[in-house]
């Protein structure tokens, strides 16, 4: 079953003639170097950092909104209406893993462990609303193969309950930040800022379009989903707080190198726009801002490396202190053994000397050595 | 034991129930096709439908045409198999399909849905 009145895609997802269509222009820009970031961040902190769970989270994370990405990819581009309809609850579950995931993120990231069982509990009982109703008419009943989408066969309900997630996730996250801000170190609180600032900027772009456009759309107020796109540059901001949380707090003790390739993956990801860029205006923001992340990358950069570099100059320090250190030990000990070596060889003439000199003086041994004379 | 289930509390739950979701949205609409359909069908302004009017942009002859529609909503397996009596199920306009046009007696869940004057009669074709 086909919607009729649009070209099939090629490969799934591509569709040559996306820029003849009204809201289609940004299509591919907002959504393909945004789940690139978005991977590129999360295995890099897999890889550099396999035994934070923070990192192990953040990289769940990207993968379910990159795995939405793409489904809403297929959604906007095909028009085979079995497939999309199979894939449309998919949109709930995915949104709902990334509010639970961003929670649960929050929590590791402040208390470097794991949460209790009562916590998990909690986010089963959360989720498996939307995972056991995907697939009935509460989700989604059908299909308009004339527009080409399902919005108007969503259950209110059920898209609610996934978007209240989404707000549940920011409200819960928004107190979790403010009481460890309230206790931690300055250093943390830097990173709580940035980190939380950019989480929180994320679930509330991300939701609030969604929720808002699709429902538009539904209703038959907005043309399209179109404006849902815009939502999706949340993350983008949210991977680059991650990104400066970990080249200047080494948030997830990620090194140099792979700070500095998120720096570099960062400012190809903005220049990739001059590729979707159709006018004057667009090539003067696209450069101005790949002209900021160079500018602001190399700076970072920069920073990381003298700090990096004083950090080895002060380790390579220590160290030579500690070999000197062991040699002083050395030398101390051998200067011990010397002297009580020499005291004892010393001591044991010097006794027998002093003994024979006591009695030279008193004049004692001279009488006992002169011979008695002869009467 | 009780302490890796509780570790991977959420593994064991979380993993089987998105499993299950996946497999029977994909089961519901891909291979059942139980849902509804629906689209702009034939309507015939001469007779006693209302029909909705509405337009688009035609390239061969650089000029609008003005067509007449009405709405119709229908089982999708009903869909596909009267499609089938058209000689196609790819992307044929359910205009030109005469089976798809009109809600069939077996069709409970069928409803045709013509333009409402009084809610805004610049939609309708009269």
């Known amino acids: 079953m086909y919607c009729y009145l649009f070209e099939a895609p090629k490969y799934l997802i591509y569709y040559s003639n996306f820029r003849e269509l009204d809201g ?7 959504h393909i170097p945004t789940a690139v970031i978005t991977l590129i961040v999360g295995m890099f902190l897999l890889f550099n950092a396999r035994k934070s769970i923070s990192a192990k ?44 995931l961003s929670i649960y993120f929050v929590y590791t990231f402040i208390n470097k462990e794991d949460v209790s069982l009562l ?43 996934y978007t209240f997630l989404g707000l549940l996730s920011m409200v819960w996250i928004a107190i979790l930040l403010i009481r460890e801000y309230q206790t931690a170190s300055e250093k943390f609180k830097k990173q709580i800022v940035l980190i939380g600032s950019g989480i929180e900027f994320f679930l509330l772009s991300f939701f609030i379009t969604t929720f808002v456009v699709t429902y538009l ?15 999706l540059f949340g993350m983008t901001v949210f991977m680059t707080f991650v990104s400066i949380s970990i080249v200047k707090f080494k948030t997830f ?24 860029s159709e006018n004057r205006f667009d090539l003067i923001l696209t450069t101005v801002t790949l002209i900021l992340v160079a500018i602001a990358g190399y700076i970072l950069i920069h920073s990381v490396r003298k700090e990096i570099a004083q950090r080895v100059k002060l380790q390579t320090l220590t160290m030579e202190l500690e070999k000197a250190n062991v040699r002083l030990k050395t030398l101390d000990k051998q200067k011990s053994e010397f002297v009580s070596i ?10 027998s000397i002093r003994g024979y000199a006591s009695m030279l003086s008193e004049g004692s041994f001279v009488l006992f050595q002169k011979k008695p004379k002869n009467p | 034991m009780l302490n890796i289930l509780k570790k991977y509390i959420l593994l064991f739950t979380l993993v089987p129930l998105l499993l299950l979701a996946v497999s029977s949205s994909y089961y519901r609409f891909m291979v059942t096709k139980d849902f509804l359909v629906s689209y702009e069908a034939f309507c015939d302004p001469i007779t006693t439908e209302n029909c909705y009017v509405s337009s688009y942009y035609d390239e061969s002859c650089d000029c609008e045409v003005i067509y007449e529609y009405k709405y119709i909503e229908k089982k999708a397996n009903h869909y596909k198999e009267q499609m089938t009596l058209c000689g ?17 007696d077996y069709e409970a869940d069928c409803t045709v849905t013509y333009c409402d004057t009084t809610e805004d009669p610049s ?3 009269r």
């Open chain 1, 24 to 30: 289609y222009t940004l299509l591919y820009y907002s």
């Open chain 1, 57 to 100: 989270l953040l990289f769940l994370i990207s993968i379910f909104f990159s795995g939405w990405i793409f489904i809403s990819l297929i959604a906007w581009t095909n028009i085979n209406a079995d497939l999309i309809l199979s894939i449309w609850p998919l949109f709930g579950i995915f949104q709902a893993f990334i509010s639970i």
């Open chain 1, 119 to 161: 916590v998990k509990t909690s986010f089963i009982l959360l989720l498996a609303p939307v995972l056991l109703f995907a697939h009935t008419n509460l989700s989604v009943s059908g299909f308009n193969i004339t527009d080409c989408d399902a919005f108007g066969y969503e259950g209110l309900v059920y898209k609610l309950y």
């Open chain 1, 217 to 231: 759309a539904g209703i038959k107020v907005l043309p399209d989903s179109g404006y849902e796109m815009y939502g």
């Open chain 1, 253 to 276: 003790n990620v090194g140099v190198a792979t700070s500095t390739s998120l720096v570099i993956a960062l400012a190809l990801i903005t220049a990739s726009k001059y590729t979707f």
């Open chain 1, 342 to 351: 020499a005291s004892h060889q010393l001591r044991s003439p010097l006794t």
């Open chain 2, 88 to 104: 196609s199920d790819t992307q044929l306009d359910p205009m030109e399909c005469e089976a798809v046009n009109f809600c069939a």
């Open chain 2, 123 to 125: 939609l309708c074709a």
